[in-house]
């Protein structure tokens, strides 16, 4: 036995299933105990989840970026004043601060579109995917004549207070990307909520939904296509969540066919 | 100040112990010192008050008329000179054994339940719900004294039945999944939920393991399912303690007692007919905004008084899962679910609870650690086992089976006598109950080659 270790861990012999699933199977054990390494690989997980949901978000930096692009931005804030309230206080940050109620009022009014940019739980989802999506968004909508608001950046923002936002703009259909809870092995999901006729209230039963956005996930690509298909959708029916079925086919071409009628413009 | 004066809805919610939820709905103590000077209050209220003062109109709420409708005075008959502050002194007298508790049970109102638990430190509520026994059966005997059982949650984010059938074996080799293998599904329609109640029917059969299982959607799919001849063993519902939140769930009292029936209908249980699995939390009601000012944890105690109207086999409290707005942290957390076991054991419910947070949450592993530990010795009926406490469906964290193991060993804990003695035959347990290395031979191990996709 001399110089040499005493195997202390049990193996499980079926981790050819791991390829089926992303769960943590057959780990082992030692007597019945988690193996440290096991340990130490879901506390990782775990403290890069946590700092996502403590990082800043980075807004200048987003505003720079967009504008790169020549898409114009107005820099906002919830009424929350910190995280934590951030955390306790939803209703909070479904509402806009004061000074940028006021921002916003003197806007110009009156858009087709608005998209709007929120940390919500995640600033690394803000910064990994929200600004591919928002460009890759707009170029599709170049393609049309369809009127949109200046990219509103949001900190400490929930998904409802686009419906504040896209009320003060005069908005018929507002895009909401927002940073996601974050999973232990996707600290970085963004999430993209469709509201038509938004107005403060709404409740997320007249929402569409796609979420999950992030690389290894859905990949900004193929949300911009999906984000396009349930806007023209939305505009055409005049609405959003439940009665707005996704049945977007493979070879959907964005805004191909749409036809917006303004009412009064 | 005059708590005398106030309202039981605003006694309750100014004597709860601190939480962020109530705080959100603005019916929070001021002050540290307005919650105890609030408890003092409310220990001298006698319990009496609660059968003529309903936090909830009774014209306006069915789960009020419910709890009221059905109180059993004769049950009450024995505390009904108490106060509330002298039924938690005799709690924790020898006199309230078992079976005291258990016979007084029907004569303890959700209201009571929840006024008791908030002059409560923790070791009280431990105490007390350790002397209290609630058995339940379908395909085994769940709530036996020494037993603490585990629900096998193998869920997977595109409900990819080879996925589910890894975690499920995973889950059977660490000796979990005696209260029920139970998938939450991504895809929530008839054709998916079908698919995936065959799926499990079949490993039940073929391996003939004594459990049941669930596929966790709205009782009306469910009820679908049964209408087409699925083979429907448990029929599971979320559930909330006001009319208005049932509602914000889709579902009445009505509603429930369809689905009750249409389950029992089918008699798939060998051992006994409890067929319902329901799953709670404090902080629901609020989200819904249908909490009437009433606190969150009294709120949670009402749907104990849903439950228990349909006799479940199981009553999960998801206790971290609804986020910091709710339960701020670990200590929240810890003490919420301590409160709702103890609420739901009085009640005479099958009480589990999936000790979870989320990553927004002030809270890690080592918070959960305690309230498992704690758990076990209040003789916690049921947790969840999620393969490396890892939900990557739901995206929180929960127990894992090494966590189940881990309480079963350090508490000298067995799975239902059934079950046990299907892991025996299996050698996955010996006869105490430990762990035994699992052979590459084990025909357990052909489980995932049985799946049909």
């Given at each position: 036995m001399k110089g040499e270790k005493i195997s202390v861990l049990t193996r499980d012999p079926w981790d050819a299933l791991q390829k089926f699933t992303e769960a943590r199977i057959a780990l082992g054990r030692c007597g019945s105990s988690l193996p440290l390494k096991e340990s130490l690989k879901f506390k990782l997980?775990?403290?890069?989840?946590?700092?996502?949901?403590?990082?800043?978000?980075?807004?200048?930096?987003?505003?720079?970026?967009?504008?790169?692009?020549?898409?114009?931005?107005?820099?906002?804030?919830?009424?929350?004043?910190?995280?934590?309230?951030?955390?306790?206080?939803?209703?909070?940050?479904?509402?806009?601060?004061?000074?940028?109620?006021?921002?916003?009022?003197?806007?110009?009014?009156?858009?087709?579109?608005?998209?709007i940019i929120s940390d919500g739980l995640s600033a690394p989802a803000i910064h990994q995917s929200a600004v591919g999506v928002a460009c890759g968004f707009m170029e599709i909508l170049k393609t049309t004549s369809l009127s949109v608001a200046p990219v509103s950046l949001v900190r400490y923002g929930r998904v409802a207070i686009g419906d504040e936002i896209g009320e003060i703009l005069g908005v018929q259909l507002t895009v909401v990307l927002i940073g996601e809870r974050p999973g232990l092995s996707s600290p970085n999901s963004l999430g993209a909520y469709l509201t038509y006729a938004p107005s403060p209230g709404i409740t997320d039963e007249s929402r569409n939904c796609i979420s999950n956005i992030r690389p290894g996930g859905m990949v900004v690509a193929e949300a911009i296509r999906k984000i396009a298909y349930l806007s023209e959708r939305a505009l055409v029916q005049k609405m959003t969540g439940v009665g707005l079925k996704d049945k977007m086919i493979e070879g959907y071409f964005p805004m191909e066919n749409l036809v917006v009628n303004r009412p009064g413009k | 100040?005059?708590?005398?004066?106030?309202?039981?809805?605003?006694?309750?919610?100014?004597?709860?112990?601190?939480?962020?939820?109530?705080?959100?709905?603005?019916?929070?103590?001021?002050?540290?010192?307005?919650?105890?000077?609030?408890?003092?209050?409310?220990?001298?209220?006698?319990?009496?008050?609660?059968?003529?003062?309903?936090?909830?109109?009774?014209?306006?709420?069915?789960?009020?008329?419910?709890?009221?409708?059905?109180?059993?005075?004769?049950?009450?008959?024995?505390?009904?000179?108490?106060?509330?502050?002298?039924?938690?002194?005799?709690?924790?007298?020898?006199?309230?054994?078992?079976?005291?508790?258990?016979?007084?049970?029907?004569?303890?109102?959700?209201?009571?339940?929840?006024?008791?638990?908030?002059?409560?430190?923790?070791?009280?509520?431990?105490?007390?719900?350790?002397?209290?026994?609630?058995?339940?059966?379908?395909?085994?005997?769940?709530?036996?004294?020494?037993?603490?059982?585990?629900?096998?949650?193998?869920?997977?984010?595109?409900?990819?039945?080879?996925?589910?059938?890894?975690?499920?074996?995973?889950?059977?080799?660490?000796?979990?999944?005696?209260?029920?293998?139970?998938?939450?599904?991504?895809?929530?329609?008839?054709?998916?939920?079908?698919?995936?109640?065959?799926?499990?029917?079949?490993?039940?059969?073929?391996?003939?393991?004594?459990?049941?299982?669930?596929?966790?959607?709205?009782?009306?799919?469910?009820?679908?399912?049964?209408?087409?001849?699925?083979?429907?063993?448990?029929?599971f519902q979320s559930i909330a303690g006001t009319e208005k939140a049932n509602r914000s769930f889709g579902v009445d009292l009505a509603l429930l007692k369809e689905a009750h029936e249409a389950t029992l209908s089918l008699g798939r249980g060998n051992c006994g007919d409890n067929v319902m699995y329901f799953e709670t939390g404090q902080g629901s009601a609020l989200s819904a905004n249908a909490n009437h000012g009433v606190d969150?944890?009294?709120?949670?105690?009402?749907?104990?008084?849903?439950?228990?109207?349909?006799?479940?086999?199981?009553?999960?409290?998801?206790?971290?899962?609804?986020?910091?707005?709710?339960?701020?942290?670990?200590?929240?957390?810890?003490?919420?679910?301590?409160?709702?076991?103890?609420?739901?054991?009085?009640?005479?419910?099958?009480?589990?609870?999936?000790?979870?947070?989320?990553?927004?949450?002030?809270?890690?592993?080592?918070?959960?650690?305690?309230?498992?530990?704690?758990?076990?010795?209040?003789?916690?009926?049921?947790?969840?086992?999620?393969?490396?406490?890892?939900?990557?469906?739901?995206?929180?964290?929960?127990?894992?089976?090494?966590?189940?193991?881990?309480?079963?060993?350090?508490l000298n804990l067995k799975p239902a006598p059934e079950f046990q003695a299907w892991l025996e035959s299996l050698a996955i347990h010996d006869k105490a109950g430990r762990l035994l290395p699992i052979e590459k031979s084990n025909r357990l191990l052909e489980l995932n080659t049985e799946v049909n996709v």
């Open positions: 997980a775990h403290a890069k989840a946590r700092d996502a949901v403590h990082q800043p978000v980075q807004m200048e930096m987003v505003a720079e970026q967009l504008a790169s692009q020549g898409i114009d931005t107005l820099q906002l804030v919830s009424s929350v004043k910190d995280r934590e309230e951030y955390l306790t206080r939803p209703d909070k940050g479904r509402c806009l601060g004061t000074a940028s109620k006021k921002v916003l009022k003197n806007q110009p009014k009156g858009y087709d579109l608005g998209i | 100040m005059t708590y005398t004066k106030m309202s039981l809805r605003e006694l309750l919610a100014k004597a709860t112990p601190f939480r962020s939820g109530d705080v959100l709905a603005g019916i929070a103590a001021a002050n540290e010192e307005e919650r105890v000077r609030a408890q003092m209050t409310l220990a001298d209220v006698p319990l009496s008050r609660f059968l003529q003062e309903c936090v909830i109109p009774y014209e306006e709420d069915e789960v009020t008329r419910l709890i009221i409708d059905e109180h059993d005075k004769e049950a009450f008959a024995p505390i009904s000179g108490f106060s509330v502050g002298e039924f938690r002194d005799w709690l924790l007298t020898d006199q309230a054994t078992t079976e005291t508790l258990t016979q007084l049970s029907p004569g303890i109102t959700p209201e009571m339940a929840a006024a008791v638990s908030k002059l409560m430190r923790i070791q009280d509520l431990i105490l007390v719900a350790a002397k209290c026994q609630v058995i339940t059966k379908f395909r085994n005997t769940i709530g036996l004294p020494g037993t603490l059982s585990v629900r096998l949650q193998p869920n997977h984010p595109t409900d990819d039945v080879r996925g589910i059938a890894a975690s499920t074996l995973d889950g059977l080799c660490y000796g979990c999944g005696d209260a029920v293998i139970g998938i939450n599904p991504a895809t929530d329609n008839v054709e998916n939920i079908t698919r995936l109640l065959h799926m499990l029917d079949g490993l039940i059969e073929s391996y003939q393991i004594p459990t049941q299982s669930c596929v966790l959607t709205h009782v009306t799919t469910t009820m679908e399912a049964i209408h087409n001849g699925a083979p429907v063993d448990l029929c969150q944890q009294t709120i949670e105690a009402r749907a104990y008084g849903v439950a228990r109207k349909f006799h479940p086999l199981l009553v999960n409290t998801v206790v971290g899962f609804i986020g910091p707005e709710y339960l701020y942290n670990g200590k929240q957390i810890l003490r919420a679910g301590l409160e709702d076991h103890f609420c739901g054991k009085l009640l005479g419910l099958p009480m589990g609870v999936d000790i979870c947070y989320t990553n927004h949450a002030e809270a890690d592993q080592d918070d959960m650690d305690v309230l498992l530990t704690l758990l076990g010795n209040s003789g916690c009926t049921f947790i969840m086992g999620v393969p490396g406490a890892d939900d990557i469906m739901l995206n929180y964290q929960s127990t894992s089976f090494h966590d189940a193991a881990y309480i079963r060993k350090l």
